[in-house]
T-cell receptor
Framework: GAVVSQHPSWVICKSGTSVKIECRSL??????MFWYRQFPKQSLMLMAT?????????EQGVEKDKFLINHASLTLSTLTVTSAHPEDSSFYIC?????????????FGEGSRLTVL | EDKVVQSPLSLVVHEGDTVTLNCSYE??????LLWYKQEKKAPTFLFML????IEKKSGRLSSILDKKELFSILNITATQTGDSAIYLC??????????FGKGTSLLVTP
């Protein structure tokens, strides 16, 4: 099956710094990528949808300036948590859908656990 | 507002038991419903359901969708400890984004 690689798997940073998380589709072109956030013992919450070459669409309540998303190519999307604070600590997961047009063919990255001290 | 509600939130069973997990939804422009299994990291895909009444089966797992009553069930027969995980139900609307339920945490004890 298709592979989506996410990096880093986990990161610890100081409060006030910015952290970039990468999401790559390794063997297919991802026209659309989704970024989710998951708090402990809770479900995945969609943060934003990004389409290659255009601005991301953010879900209500998600700060655009805080969570910068860039989808510069068909194989790479990045999420940058700017000026991170402890409340941003969470598990961030990306997913990608290919251009096959098949519903349900949504492939998840391995997730990135962010801890902000 | 789209809603996906799963029940129960958590469940503890003994090995060999059969479990049924529920997912109800209210989604505009429903396209499909998906089940995922999440262990320690990212969810892994189990089933995608688009049509009512057609059971999908994979080994000891099976799932069915009722588009009239707006729910789906996931059955696991002869449970094993390796089935312990969070099971997530998600629904696609016309916006191509998945809306997830809160999940059912299943613990299978030896």
């Amino acid at each position: 099956g298709a592979v989506v690689s996410q990096h880093p798997s986990w990161v610890i940073c100081k409060s006030g710094t910015s952290v970039k998380i990468e999401c790559r589709s390794l063997d297919f072109q991802a026209t659309t990528m989704f970024w989710y956030r998951q708090f402990p013992k809770q479900s995945l919450m969609l943060m934003a949808t990004s389409n290659e070459g255009s601005k991301a669409t953010y879900e209500q309540g998600v700060e655009k300036d805080k969570f910068l998303i860039n989808h510069a190519s068909l194989t790479l999307s990045t999420l940058t948590v700017t000026s991170a604070h402890p409340e941003d600590s969470s598990f961030y997961i990306c997913s990608a859908s290919g251009s096959s047009g098949i519903d349900g063919e949504l492939f998840f990255g391995e997730g990135s656990r962010l801890t902000v001290l | 507002e789209d809603k996906v509600v799963q029940s129960p939130l958590s469940l503890v069973v003994h090995e060999g038991d059969t479990v049924t997990l529920n997912c109800s939804y209210e989604v505009t422009n429903f396209r499909s419903l998906l089940w995922y299994k999440q262990e320690k990291k990212a969810p892994t895909f189990l089933f995608m359901l688009t049509s009512s009444g057609i059971e999908k089966k994979s080994g000891r797992l099976s799932s069915i969708l009722d588009k009239k009553e707006l729910f789906s069930i996931l059955n696991i027969t002869a449970t094993q400890t390796g089935d312990s995980a969070i099971y997530l139900c998600a629904v696609y609307n016309s916006g191509y984004a998945l809306n997830f339920g809160k999940g059912t945490s299943l613990l299978v004890t030896p």
